[in-house]
């Protein structure tokens, strides 16, 4: 047993009640031991889950008629006459399952109680305890009450404190709360019962996050929502076995399940129970038995917070948990029965010491919630002790470190439970990110060498360029040299459109024949992709040469660009200068060049003074007027269709590129 206190944390440490290692004959339930009065009487009881106070079995219940075997029975007797520390109160009522039995009287006092059967286990002896001496039948065993509610004889004045109550007063555990389970007989070899003051035993349960608010009630304070039955056979049919929700009290007082007189008519059509309105019970004959062994149904209860909605645990029973026995008195032969009970009102809704067998009941009157979790079977089975602090224990704990809440305990359980399923979400995680780095920078590869393929196809037009300016130049003899120093390299081409970028045009997607002006700033829109042969046939009216002087000196000297408005540039002109707009520039200019060496014999001084102004001062038409193949005030281009007869015998087809040299490419930069 456990109830140090810890120097480190400054808290004391909660105390683990051991059961007794008694199976006690009144139905195979898990005892707990005591020892009353001075000197010391032992007892073995049962835990009540709803009472506050001991009650033991008094040595008057065991007359001289009944067999020897009664004391041992009832889990040994408790006689007051022979304690010097008894105070007797008077012969009251026992204030406890009126709803459910004819009320009953005890005799009542103050007496010392200790846990466990000696001292040298640990367990805090505390005098002054209110005790019952019980000399009725209606309890076979003894209980020991775990509730926190005060117990008051004449009137309010005089309250007598619980003994969980008396525990944390005197700062022998660090809050008001305790965890019970009722023990499981059939499981492995046997489970005891389990219960822990001022904590749980985080080895025998299984943790969610569902909590549970008290009650206002007080003497009906753990109700939980009962929200269905469903029971599954080993054939793997599923029966619902209740027709509605409905709230019920858990109380380890009482052994049995009381339900709604519907939901127990279910059981009894599914299962072929049958009522004996003599012992008031669902008794099992051998063969009856033998049938729902063989079937194995498992029972789930369904609970939550309230009757309808919210989170919900399921609490799993086993049909052995339902196969129990009762003896009708001292000397008679256990008799088998199925431990449901029909509820005669919504107030005898009872969840009993049957359903505590597979769970684990956790409450925090100082916080006012508790919790209910499915009870854990597994070998070898050790203690893992775990505290609930209150808020008082939080504030007298210096810098130590605080243990948690009940809830805050629950959650740091189930991390630790979880560990390895956390390191494998965290693996599987990181595998996730790198695939989708991967797929993330995939897109940036793809570009990349996308655009270094497009280097090489540039670098091939280039050359490709080059071929043909040397056609040109056999076709059409050597240009002027005024025009030979602004066009001698395609890297020339390439700064008089970026400097001159007012004169840049940009190329019409929809028509070879039209032309169009970009409204507001005088620039003509060029088809996109004109063929090769096309380009070479235009006929020559102006150079590049005339154009940028009168240009630059209306507008003032231009600031050189940056590398970055450069590349701006570039990019907002709509792919200017992508990979087939670079050869179209360069096969204009070329054509300009032989256009200049050709016209300047004939109409060098009057037809390029008319060109400067019309081109520079006038705002151009979007179609053109003039039908002549003389040199006009539009640009040669525009009378491609019309006169391309007429260039074909003039001048030779020039060397044709490849087509996909010449493919539109944004972003080539």
Known sequence: MTSSTSASSNYPSPISWPPSQYWEVAGGWSSFALQIGTPAQIVRVLISTAGQATWAISSL??????????????????????????????????????????????????????????????????????????????????????????????????????????????????????????????????????????????????????????????????????????????????????????????????????????????????????????????????ALHQTLVTRSPIFKFEIGNSRVGGPTVEITLPYASFDLTFKADLDSAPLQYFPIQRAANDTQLTLGRAFLQE???????????????????????????????????????????????????????????????????????????????????????????????????????????????????????????SVNRSTSSLRSIMDFYVTNHDFITEIDTNSWNILREVPGNGRVELPENPKLCELSHIVRSATSEDLIPRRRAESGPRPPLSPRRRRGLVMSTSGLLSTGNIAKYWMWLTGLRASQSENSRSEESSASAGLKRSYLEKSLPTTPISESPQASSFPAWTRIAKHQHEAQDQYPAPLRLQEDSFQHRRGFF
């Open 359 to 481: 769970a684990y009941l956790t409450t925090d009157y100082g916080h006012g919630n508790f919790s209910v979790s499915q009870c854990r079977f597994e070998e070898p089975i050790e203690q893992d002790i775990v505290p609930i602090l209150s808020d008082n224990s939080r504030t007298t704990t210096d810098s130590a470190p605080s243990p948690p809440s009940v809830n805050e305990a629950r959650s740091d359980q189930m991390s630790r439970l979880g560990r390895q399923k956390i390191i494998g979400i965290s693996i599987g995680a990181g595998l996730g990110f790198l695939l989708l780095l991967a797929l993330c920078c995939w897109p940036c590869i793809a570009r990349y060498r996308r655009k270094r393929g497009s280097v090489l196809r540039t670098r091939a037009v280039i050359s490709s360029a080059e071929e043909i300016q040397r056609v040109l130049e056999v076709n059409n003899g050597p240009p002027q040299a």
């Open 61 to 286: 219940s065991c007359t001289p008629d009944l067999p020897p075997s009664c004391s041992q029975t009832r889990g040994d007797l408790f006689n007051n006459n022979k304690s010097r520390t008894w105070t007797e109160k008077g012969f009251y009522g026992l204030d406890l399952e009126t709803n459910l039995y004819p009320p009953d009287n005890a005799t009542y006092g103050l007496d010392t109680v200790a846990l466990d059967f000696t001292n040298a286990t640990g367990g805090p002896v505390l005098e002054d305890q209110v005790v019952a001496a019980l000399s009725g039948s209606e309890y076979v065993l003894g209980t020991f009450g775990l509730g926190q509610q005060p117990t008051n004889f004449s009137d309010f004045t005089e309250p007598h404190p619980s003994f969980l109550t008396s525990l944390y007063n005197k700062q022998l555990i660090p809050s008001l709360s305790w965890s019970y389970t009722a023990g499981a007989q059939y499981r492995l070899k046997g489970v005891f019962g389990s219960l822990t003051l001022g904590g749980y035993d985080a080895a025998r349960f299984t943790p969610n996050n569902v909590s549970f608010n008290l009650a206002p009630d007080i003497s009906r304070d753990l109700v939980v929502g009962l929200q269905g039955i469903t029971s599954t056979e080993s054939n793997g049919s599923t029966q619902l076995l209740l027709p509605s929700a409905h709230l019920m009290f858990i109380d380890s007082t009482v052994p049995y399940i009381y339900l709604p007189l519907d939901a127990c008519e279910l059981f009894e059509r599914v299962f072929g129970l049958v009522w004996n309105s003599t012992y008031e019970m669902y008794l099992v004959d051998d």
